[in-house]
């Protein structure tokens, strides 16, 4: 057994941090069962207690008995741009930029094409190796169609900024890199992107909800993210998409569905797009999925960013202080620097896969991206610091005693 210095800090000094968190009210407002330590909300959200009820409501009162009528009655047609009017305030983005629509994937798919045709003189699309798999594929899927004068660029992330040149139409980054927690400044990122006269799209799947994020004040030209994940807003809620104020009037993005069009009820034979941020629709808002982030959004909206990003900065630092002091067996997947670092943790460990199955099966739910990656995520609506200091004992256990060796934890399911 590898021998442990003596532990500097304890559970009291946790337990009494919770007791002097002024967010620590919020808890109660999400279902969380008795028991569970759940540091995965930065990949699926906690429930928030309301969003059953008012979900209820719209699925008996709206759906079963109004039916048709809801569209008019229930604003079910001006959900996408009311909830993108509230997204919009967590990301700093005025009214009429932010519209909520169909998933990161397919949005990021719409943004892209947009990019390419705004800049058709240029052929590089930008992006970062080891960036989240989908923003990866679109890219490609994208320069497959259009030939052989599209090409992505996918380079480590030291290299990135300096590809950028007088050729780039597009550079798209992640915010919060999924597996290290990594986050670029998106300040200069955007300014050094525009300098070349690129257009800068920001994937916000990591960071919204998360901390404090200004786009237009940044000076952001394009922007995706997903719903599911700090927002609360339940699995597969639908995503935002964000084109800046001054780019509305040259975007046009391919998916050019019926809910785009400037006059969808016109039924005209002809495309003609909306000249709002509503051109980024393509078809039939998912009117339940709205129902759900709609209350998420409204919770969300009730904290304080700026003491969000605090709590979670204040915990990402006293997990790794804990795991530097009591874990030698891991390595640090991510920044120490807190203002580099969003709001998750990764350690590095070759069995990480089954050390993270030992760790649920106590109900401390983090999660494993392969190949060695386990992820904490701080999600400071619902985490305590006591559930900092459980998870951390329960790895010291799990670690020293090697009860991650065993054939339950070993076997690989489908989803990590
Ligand atoms: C979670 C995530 C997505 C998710 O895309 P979906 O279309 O909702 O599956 C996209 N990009 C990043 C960076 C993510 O973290």
Redesign the pocket.
Known sequence: MTQLSPPKLDRSQFELLDQNDSLAPMRDKFSLEEGLIYLDGNSLGVLPKATADHVSQVIKRQWGVDLIRSWNSHHWMQKPTQLGHKVGRLIGADVGQTIVCD????NIFKLAAAAIKMRPDRSKLITETGN?A??LYLLQGLAKLLGDHIEVIALPRDEVLQAVDEDTALVLL?HVH?KTGSMWDMASVTQITQAQGALMMW?L??SVGAMPIELDQNNADLAVG?TY?YLNGGPGAP?FVYVAQRHLSQFEQPLTGWLGHAKPFDFVDDYQGATGIEQAMCGTPAVLGNAALEVALDLMLSADMAQVRRKSQHMGQLFIELIQQRCPWFELGSPTNPEQRGSQVSLTHPQGYAIMQALIARNIVGDFRAPNNLRFGFTPLYLRYVDLWDCVEALVDIMSTESWNQPQFLKQQAVT
């Open positions: 998933t990161t994937s397919v989240f989908t923003d992640t999924f994937d799947s990591h997903c994940k995503a």
